[in-house]
């Protein structure tokens, strides 16, 4: 049972970042063709990748240019991502070879995911579409997680720093920060500057330059990367004191990673991302303290000595992180979710 992912990368690393890690999951279970309809997104956040190849494999994954989608017949497992339009040579010869259509949504919270996930759709081409909810709660799809996750004994491996192009911070604490242009960067270095301990700040290759005082540069020690892998990516993830994320795909990750951690959602109209914040942070057992904390990050409204309160806690911060991981944990993985549905889909189909 061949499973074809398709992925449209849209703007930023959200769409190919979730792609990538479910493709390898889903590979551990069945063959899996991931295609992608911009190779070289896809090459800055995994390094194996030949933007210039139309077919490619990596990881025992076959990696496949939307355009060769007409010279290939289509799996009898199909996924496309977040709605993404799958190229019309494609859709047409579905019928004859495709038992299974799935879309993989968006990460959402709100209550109405649990309605709508796993629901059908019928389709033009004949075929149910069946829409696939990540979530939180055991009426969702669950969350994308690490396959050998143990939320008792998170990793503690040292990040390739070398093959990053960085020396090792020498600071007692380090803070990765993956931000979206309009964050407040410039209160979290007001805050790491006072706080009684030295700080490296990572800075992700997407990030704005900071803007530092006299002070802040004396107190504060700044690594901006370029381009990671995602493995590595994650690295740095366990292994900093504090996440600064945005987004889907690293969000969710920093959760596992169990540290203290701030997430921006997507930028929307309307603040419709603030609804979206505002609804994860009803389901999180974090105390009233820490969820003002994350929603006054992306509603521009924090001020240093809020934040540095919380740096001078760490531990506590820290220990409502890793319960949080250890709750979550309870709940089937995505990828397993997917497997699962796959597999009673299909069998019926056989039947
Ligand atoms: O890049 P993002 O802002 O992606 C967004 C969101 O997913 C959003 O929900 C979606 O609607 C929009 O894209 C289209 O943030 P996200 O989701 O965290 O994805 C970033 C991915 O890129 C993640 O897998 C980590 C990876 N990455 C690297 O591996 N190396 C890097 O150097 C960088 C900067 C990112």
């Known amino acids: 049972m061949t499973i074809d992912l398709f992925c449209q990368v849209v703007d930023n690393y959200g769409d190919i970042g ?28 995994e390094h194996h990748i030949d933007p210039t190849a139309t077919t490619q ?33 494609y859709l047409g010869q579905m019928p004859q070879h495709t038992q299974l259509w799935l879309n993989l949504e968006y990460l959402s919270a709100e209550t109405w995911v649990e309605e709508l996930h ?20 055991a009426k969702t799809g669950g969350l994308l997680r690490p396959s050998s996750y143990n939320p008792a004994s998170t990793s503690t491996a040292l990040p390739a720093w070398q093959s990053m192009g960085l020396s090792a911070p020498t600071t007692d604490r380090i803070a990765f920060v993956f931000p979206y242009p309009n964050a407040p960067l ?27 005082s006299s002070y802040q540069k004396e107190r504060l020690t700044i690594q901006r990367l370029g381009f990671i892998q995602q493995a590595d990516f994650d690295a740095l993830m366990d292994y900093a004191d504090l996440n600064i994320m945005r987004g889907e795909d690293s969000f969710v990750r920093a959760i596992w990673a169990a540290k203290p951690f701030i997430w921006q959602p997507y930028l929307q109209e309307q603040n419709t991302h603030l609804e979206k914040l505002q609804a994860w942070l009803t389901h999180t057992p974090f105390d009233r303290a820490i969820q003002q904390l994350i929603y006054d990050w992306s509603s521009l409204q924090l001020n240093a000595d809020q934040l540095l309160k919380h740096l001078l806690h760490l531990s506590d911060w820290q220990q409502q992180c890793r319960n949080y991981a250890h709750n979550l944990c309870l709940q089937d993985n995505l990828a397993t979710q997917l497997i699962a549905f796959c597999s009673q889909k299909c069998q019926k189909a056989v039947k």
């Open 57 to 89: 494999i990596v990881n025992t994954i076959t990696v496949l240019s939307w355009e060769v989608a007409s010279e290939l017949q289509p799996a009898p497992i199909v996924i496309e991502a977040f709605g993404c339009d799958l190229p019309a040579d």
């Open 118 to 137: 796993l629901l059908p759709s019928p389709q033009p081409n004949g075929i149910s579409k069946y829409f696939f909810f990540p979530g939180f709660t």
């Open 18 to 45: 979730v792609c990538w890690r479910l493709a390898q999951q889903l590979n551990e279970s069945y063959p899996v063709r991931l295609w992608v309809d911009d190779l070289s997104a896809f090459a800055r956040i």
């Open 186 to 212: 410039s209160v979290l270095y007001e805050a790491l500057a006072q706080h009684p301990e030295s700080w490296t700040v990572l800075l992700a290759a997407t990030a704005p330059d900071p803007q530092l």
